[in-house]
C-alpha cells in the first residue's frame, strides 16, 4: 500500500511568515494529491487539488509543487485566518492523508 | 449548490453495527462518486472507502475489508455507510465527500457536515 510522510507535525509561525509542509509518496502517484486545511469542529476544506491546481475561491498565497513523488503546500504570507491544520491526501482510486500538520501561532 | 447533509450522532455498544446516511441536494448523487472519510477523537484523517468511476465499482480500504458497507439509494440521492463488529476503536467523526467543481474522481471538495460515532458498553 502507498504511504504517505507528511511533515512537519506542528510548525510555529507567525502572521506574514512564509510556511513549507512536505508530502512524500512510497511510490509514484502521479500528480494525485490534494491539500485540505481543517479548523477545528469542521470539515476539511479542499485548497489544492492534482498536486498544483488553486481551487477557485481560494486565496492566492497558498500553493502547491510536485517534485517526483514529493510534493509541498507553501503558504506566502501567514493570515490569522490561516492557523489551522493541514492534511495532504493522495487520492484516485484508492486514497490515503498524511499524518497531518498542524500550524500554530509563535 | 451542491450539498451533503448526515444523519445525527450516534451512541453503539461493541459489537454492534451503525448506518450512517448522506443526503445529497443540488446534484445527483448518481453523477457523483461518494466516498466516506472517519476522524478519530485528536487524531487524523482516514479514509474509509468510496466509488470508482474508473471501474464502476465501490472500493474499500483493506482495514476495513469485511465489515464496511457503502450503498446509495438514487430515489431518494441518499448515500449510506454502514460498519458492523463496532469497537471501541471505531469512535470518531464520519464524513462523507465527493468531487463536483474539480471533475470525476478528484479531490473532495465538497463534505458532508461530519456525524459522531461512539462506541461504549
Known amino acids: 500500500d502507498i504511504q504517505m510522510t507528511q511533515s512537519p507535525s506542528t510548525l510555529s509561525a507567525s502572521v506574514g511568515d512564509r510556511v513549507i509542509i512536505t508530502c512524500r509518496a512510497s511510490?509514484?502517484?502521479?500528480?494525485?494529491l490534494a491539500w485540505y486545511q481543517q479548523r477545528p469542529g469542521k470539515a476539511p476544506k479542499l485548497l489544492i487539488y492534482?498536486?498544483?491546481s488553486l481551487l477557485s475561491g481560494v486565496p492566492s498565497r497558498f500553493s502547491g509543487r510536485r517534485s517526483g513523488t514529493e510534493f509541498t503546500l507553501t503558504i506566502s504570507g501567514l493570515q490569522p485566518d490561516d492557523f489551522a491544520t493541514y492534511y495532504c491526501?493522495?487520492?484516485?482510486?484508492?486514497?490515503?492523508f498524511g499524518q497531518g500538520t498542524r500550524v500554530e501561532i509563535k | 449548490q451542491v450539498q451533503l447533509v448526515q444523519s445525527g450522532a450516534e451512541v453503539k455498544k461493541p459489537g454492534a453495527s451503525v448506518k450512517v446516511s448522506c443526503e445529497v441536494s443540488?446534484?445527483?448523487?448518481?453523477?457523483?462518486?461518494m466516498h466516506w472519510v472517519r476522524q478519530t477523537p485528536g487524531k487524523g484523517l482516514e479514509w474509509m472507502g468510496g466509488?470508482?468511476?474508473?471501474?464502476?465499482?465501490?472500493i474499500y480500504a483493506q482495514k476495513f475489508q469485511g465489515r464496511l458497507t457503502m450503498t446509495e439509494d438514487t430515489s431518494t440521492d441518499t448515500a449510506y455507510m454502514e460498519l458492523s463488529s463496532l469497537k471501541s476503536e471505531d469512535t470518531a467523526i464520519y464524513f462523507c465527500?465527493?468531487?463536483?467543481?474539480?471533475?470525476?474522481?478528484?479531490?473532495?471538495?465538497?463534505w458532508g457536515q461530519g456525524t459522531m460515532v461512539t462506541v461504549s458498553s
Open positions: 492534482r498536486a498544483s
Open positions: 511510490q509514484s502517484i502521479n500528480s494525485w
Open positions: 466509488f470508482d468511476s474508473g471501474i464502476e465499482e465501490t
Open positions: 443540488g446534484y445527483t448523487l448518481s453523477d457523483l462518486s
Open positions: 465527500a465527493t468531487s463536483v467543481a474539480v471533475g470525476a474522481d478528484d479531490a473532495f471538495d465538497v
Open positions: 491526501q493522495r487520492y484516485n482510486g484508492n486514497s490515503t
